[in-house]
C-alpha cells in the first residue's frame, strides 16, 4: 500500500567563492525511506545559482529512480530566485544557470503533485551543511 504522506526534500547548493567550488546537500524524507546526500561538484568555476539548481536536480533525478512521479512532494530551498522561477513567478535571466534551470523544469513536469517552496536558510540547516561540507570534501552518500 502506497500511503500519501507527503515527500519532503530539503535542497541547498553553495559555492566558495561565487563562482568557486561548488557543492550540494539534499535531504529526502518519506514515509518509508530517507536520502541523505553531500556532493562535491565538478570544476572550480561553480556560481551559487548553478549549485543550487544541481541540488534540485539531485533530488528530481532521485526521487525518479524511485519512481515517486504520483506522490505529493515539496521541494523546500532557501534560493528564492529558483523557487520563483520553478513556480513560474519568475523570470528566467541570462546566467550561467539557464541550462540547470532548464534541466530542473523538464524534470519537474513528470511530478503532477510537486511544488517548490522556499524557506529561510535556518530552516535548512541540514542541507545547508551537507552543501557546504561537499565542497571540503568528497562525495559522501549516507
Known amino acids: 500500500m502506497i500511503s500519501s504522506m507527503t515527500i519532503r526534500c530539503y535542497v541547498d547548493g553553495s559555492a566558495r567563492p561565487n563562482p568557486g567550488k561548488g557543492g550540494i546537500g539534499v535531504v529526502i524524507r518519506g514515509d518509508s525511506w ?4 553531500s556532493k562535491a561538484l565538478p570544476g572550480n568555476k561553480v556560481s551559487n545559482n548553478q549549485a543550487e539548481y544541481q541540488s534540485i536536480i539531485e533530488a528530481l533525478l532521485q526521487l525518479s529512480l524511485n519512481n515517486l512521479y504520483d506522490r505529493k512532494i515539496v521541494i523546500y530551498s532557501d534560493a528564492e ?4 522561477q520553478l513556480n513560474g513567478e519568475r523570470g528566467v535571466e541570462r546566467g550561467s544557470y539557464v541550462p540547470y534551470y532548464r534541466t ?9 503533485k510537486l511544488s517548490f517552496s522556499w524557506i529561510p536558510r535556518e530552516q535548512n540547516a541540514e542541507a545547508n551543511l551537507l ?3 561537499a565542497i571540503t570534501y568528497e562525495e559522501v552518500i549516507i
Do not use: G, Q
Open 34 to 37: 530517507d536520502y541523505t546526500v
Open 81 to 84: 530566485m529558483a523557487v520563483e
Open 104 to 112: 530542473a523544469k523538464t524534470l519537474k513536469v513528470k511530478f503532477p
Open 131 to 133: 552543501a557546504s561540507e
